[in-house]
């Protein structure tokens, strides 16, 4: 691919996760992040997901994802573009040689159970409040301020960090695996996040839990079960429609057998939580 190519067709949020670099506040469309090129308490770069492009309120730079590596890895854009074909129609592939850097000074307060009236709310808002036992009120400082949020644990003891206004990873960035603790399962049942895992589980019926679970947490993350999805009979896909979802759908239609999409349940909606929110009646 050219440059123009690379610009457009290669995912912004993919990039800057590939550099362990995620959003400290976020909308569907827009993104704040910390600056790539300095510390700073309060986010300036704004990323545009729609565009495919950032931001520096900071500095008054914009970057693309070949001036974002070239920044991040102090390199040519011939470098960049090297560092970028990894991405190229190849989601399972993403992370298998990067060198991932940590941005983020933080620390876990406290751990518990969800209490705060702003996080039950947020819950509810989600239509998954009576999941709550599956996520955790997490305490938290990050850059010297205290922060909460709705936490969610992956296979490395990281934690995703959901509130109304932040979505963010401490900690290691890896996937969720949740055995079936009864039966050895023969499915795999994949979300993309955890909020969509909290709505199947909303919609699943009594007792019929046989399936495993995986939660990428990230696209970016399937390079990481490429070998535990092969034990599977069945795969079972609830990813987002949007064009990561549908790239790493794509990825996983190709190389594995007896797979289902599943998102057609949810047509016309980002995500099985977005869909499931939609419904009064539910």
């Known amino acids: 691919?050219?440059?123009?190519?690379?610009?457009?067709?290669?995912?912004?949020?993919?990039?800057?996760?590939?550099?362990?670099?995620?959003?400290?506040?976020?909308?569907?469309?827009?993104?704040?992040?910390?600056?790539?090129?300095?510390?700073?308490?309060?986010?300036?770069?704004?990323?545009?997901?729609?565009?495919?492009?950032?931001?520096?309120?900071?500095?008054?730079?914009?970057?693309?994802?070949?001036?974002?590596?070239?920044?991040?890895?102090?390199?040519?854009?011939?470098?960049?573009?090297?560092?970028?074909?990894?991405?190229?129609?190849?989601?399972?592939?993403?992370?298998?040689?990067?060198k991932t850097k940590q941005k983020k000074e933080y620390k876990i307060l406290n751990v518990c159970e969800i209490q705060h009236p702003a996080l039950t709310q947020y819950l509810k808002f989600r239509k998954v409040y009576g999941q709550k036992d599956l996520v955790k009120e997490i305490?938290?400082?990050?850059?010297?301020?205290?922060?909460?949020?709705?936490?969610?644990?992956?296979?490395?003891?990281?934690?995703?960090?959901?509130?109304?206004?932040?979505?963010?990873?401490?900690?290691?960035k890896d996937v969720t695996l949740i055995k079936n603790e009864l039966n050895v399962s023969n499915e795999i049942i994949i979300f993309e996040g955890f909020f969509d895992y909290l709505t199947y589980k909303n919609l699943e019926k009594k007792g019929n839990s046989n399936s495993d679970y995986l939660i990428l947490n990230s696209t970016a993350m399937l390079f990481k079960v490429e070998e535990t999805l092969k034990k599977y009979d069945k795969i079972s896909l609830f990813l987002d429609n949007d064009k990561n979802g549908n790239a790493t759908k794509k990825a996983i239609l190709k190389k594995y057998e007896n797979v289902e999409d599943c998102s057609l349940i949810y047509r016309g909606f980002k995500d099985l939580n977005e869909w499931f929110c939609s419904k009064e009646d539910l």
Do not use: H, W
């Open 139 to 172: 305490e938290y400082e990050l850059n010297g301020k205290k922060y909460f949020g709705i936490g969610f644990f992956n296979n490395s003891r990281g934690v995703e960090i959901r509130n109304k206004y932040s979505k963010i990873c401490l900690g290691k």
């Open 1 to 98: 691919m050219n440059c123009e190519e690379v610009k457009e067709k290669i995912n912004i949020r993919t990039v800057l996760e590939s550099f362990n670099l995620f959003p400290v506040k976020e909308n569907r469309k827009t993104a704040f992040y910390f600056a790539l090129d300095r510390e700073e308490k309060i986010p300036s770069l704004l990323v545009d997901f729609v565009k495919n492009k950032a931001f520096d309120f900071g500095t008054g730079k914009s970057y693309d994802v070949i001036s974002i590596v070239q920044q991040m890895n102090q390199c040519s854009v011939s470098e960049a573009l090297k560092y970028l074909v990894k991405f190229d129609f190849s989601v399972q592939n993403e992370f298998q040689n990067e």
